[in-house]
């Protein structure tokens, strides 16, 4: 039976580790974040994580139900930093633009972590705060219920499946990115346009354009999508064409 989180005005009452320092979610995330970093998601461990935090590693299951528990926190707290950098300006189509930029940004500023959490589902605040925004802006918009949803839906899989697929190039080892990445010019660009006429002809362009996330590109077509949809269900109601 796995162990009872402790509310949190109990843990504030614990002593200090033997570091000095009063832990919290907070301070117990961050370091995660540290460690995912250094480590990967394999050196992630209650035994570690608790060394580098000068705690006992059952401490970690005071304030969360297990690894799991964790990791929830994690994505939550990736998506709170991504709200956090993000101004709404009143205009639908820039605030969904500006917000999943700026949740792609967070997802890879920490790419061990984005690998780790980017197909979770935490139903945590901040993560619930970020979806009742972007239903919000959509109906806001004009957009009927389940038309709100169909965006959000492709909205939201969208930054993470690209926050998943680009962090995944970030957190291999350097010499191996950029073995990958000279790929387009030592291999592609070298193809004989006898028998790879297509990629010969384009081997330039492929090259400035293949070692860049194509996440915009593809967030303004879903956008121009979006705002087409819009548009022809006002038509509609209008009765104009």
Same mark, same amino acid.
């Given at each position: ?13 614990? @002593? ?20 995912? @970093? ?26 969360? &139900? ?28 820039? %605030? ?8 792609? &940004? ?7 972590? #984005?690998?780790?959490? &980017? ?46 697929? %680009? ?13 990958? !990445? ?11 346009? !006898? ?5 010969? &002809? ?5 090259? %400035? ?22 548009? #022809? ?7 104009? !064409?």
């Amino acid at each position: 039976m796995p162990k009872k989180v402790v509310a949190e005005a109990e843990r504030r009452r614990r @002593r200090p580790t033997r570091q000095g320092t009063v832990l919290s979610e907070k301070l117990i995330v961050q370091t995660a974040l540290r460690m995912l @970093r250094e480590h990967g998601s394999a050196g992630l461990t209650a035994r570690r994580l608790g060394a580098a935090l000068g705690a006992d590693p059952s401490t970690l299951y005071r304030y969360f &139900a297990g690894l799991d528990g964790l990791t929830r926190a994690i994505g939550e707290e990736l998506m709170g930093r991504a709200l956090d950098s993000w101004t709404a300006t009143g205009h639908w189509r820039a %605030d969904l633009r500006s917000l999943g930029l700026a949740i792609h &940004a967070s997802y890879l500023a920490h790419p061990q972590a #984005a690998l780790l959490t &980017a197909s979770r589902v935490t139903g945590r605040p901040r993560e619930i705060e970020v979806d009742e925004t972007i239903l919000g802006i959509l109906r806001g918009a004009g957009f009927g219920d389940a038309e709100s949803v169909g965006v959000y839906h492709a909205f939201i899989d969208l930054a993470l499946a690209f926050a998943s697929l %680009d962090a995944g190039a970030l957190a291999i080892k350097d010499e191996v990115r950029e073995a990958d !990445e000279d790929m387009w010019t030592s291999t592609y660009a070298r193809l004989p346009s !006898e028998t790879h006429p297509h990629i010969a &002809a384009t081997s330039h362009l492929l090259a %400035d354009r293949m070692n860049h996330s194509a996440y915009p590109v593809v967030l303004d077509t879903l956008l121009n999508r979006a705002e087409a949809q819009l548009t #022809a269900a006002r038509n509609d109601a209008t009765g104009t !064409e």
